[in-house]
């Protein structure tokens, strides 16, 4: 079973900036998107961005204009720059990848902490 390693999360204070990427162990193929989604303490878990398999972007209002989704296609990696980072984006952040024929892959979960 292919997993997803997820690394790049830490404690950063507001307005500061991290990158999260996100490896599979295994080969997926194909990949109809990639993306991340979090999930803070007493929440349900939310999008935050995803890309596809031609690279249209979509991303959740919150993060826009301060988050940027991007891959890497060979290496079926994905990465989420996060700048101008809030206390609020604070969250154990999940990588996804959506494959035709599959339940979909997760990751583990990378925790971000923004302090204010």
């Known amino acids: 079973q292919v997993q997803l390693v997820e690394s790049g999360g830490g404690l950063v204070q507001r307005g500061g900036s991290l990158r999260l990427s996100c490896a599979p162990s295994?080969?997926?193929?194909?990949?109809?998107?990639m993306g991340w989604y979090r999930q803070a303490p007493g929440k349900q878990r939310e999008l935050v961005a995803t890309?596809?398999?031609?690279?249209?972007?979509n991303y959740a209002d919150s993060v826009k204009g301060r988050f940027s989704v991007s891959r890497d296609v060979a290496l079926s990696q994905v990465y989420l720059q996060m700048n101008i980072l809030k206390p609020e984006d604070t969250a154990v952040y999940y990588c996804?990848?959506?494959?035709?024929?599959?339940?979909?892959?997760w990751g583990q979960g990378t925790q971000v902490t923004v302090s204010s």
């Open positions: 996804n990848i959506e494959s035709p024929g599959t339940s979909g892959y």
């Open positions: 295994g080969t997926i193929w194909p990949i109809v998107s």
């Open positions: 890309i596809d398999s031609i690279g249209n972007t």
